[in-house]
């Protein structure tokens, strides 16, 4: 792992963690498993698929209009007859908004995320969201995946610098409530720290 700041590059490494394991998955057949559970989610693996996107979006979003109070008043809506594939394709276009709006980024911008957060911090929060969600979904689909540690543990430790000493993924897991870690009982609430200063 490099001590550099996340990025848009970051943001595309995730989305080519996500299609590498979801994209086959979501083709033919396997896509009728997509209304199954995410995980430990109450989402099917579809709606958090969408739910992905629709963070990616909302990250961008803010990057581009740099509101300094709150967060933008829009969402994004995936059609219901948008298949599993359709879906991962909303998906790979909010990362690239993601992505190229952290390209264009100055490093002193800061954007509302429960206070100010700079570009390092949405980068964090996409490459978190995406990882996690794309967790979730092979869970619900049966499949085996882990996280790139290089960008777990990148993320965790922008977005939780008080965590635990461990590997990055398992310590990221238990940090969102998504299991034990050496005893630790699953966390039942937590929340990230993107916000600077």
């Not at 599993?84 to 690239?96: F, M, N, Q, R």
């Amino acid at each position: 792992m490099t001590d550099r700041p996340l990025n848009g590059d970051d943001v595309r490494a995730a989305l080519g963690e996500l299609t590498a394991v979801l994209g086959p998955a979501a083709a033919g057949a396997a896509g009728t498993r997509w209304d199954a559970p995410a995980g430990p989610l109450e989402w099917s693996c579809r709606e958090t698929a969408a739910h992905i996107a629709h963070d990616l979006l909302a990250y961008a979003g803010q990057l581009a209009a740099r509101p300094g109070d709150r967060y933008l008043p829009m969402d994004l809506t995936v059609r219901p007859e948008a298949g599993p594939a359709e879906v991962l394709t909303v998906v790979t276009a909010c990362a690239h908004l993601l992505a190229t709006a952290l390209d264009a980024a100055p490093p002193e911008l800061r954007a509302y995320h429960f206070g100010p957060c700079d570009p390092a911090g949405f980068a964090a929060m996409g490459v978190t969201e995406t990882l996690l969600h794309t967790h979730d979904i092979t869970l619900g689909l049966g499949l085996e995946w882990r996280p790139a540690e290089r960008l777990t543990a990148a993320a965790l430790a922008r977005l939780f610098p008080d965590a635990p000493a461990g590997d990055p993924v398992d310590v990221l897991l238990w940090c969102t409530g998504r299991g034990e870690l050496d005893g630790r009982p699953r966390r039942t609430s937590w929340r990230w720290r993107a916000a600077v200063g």
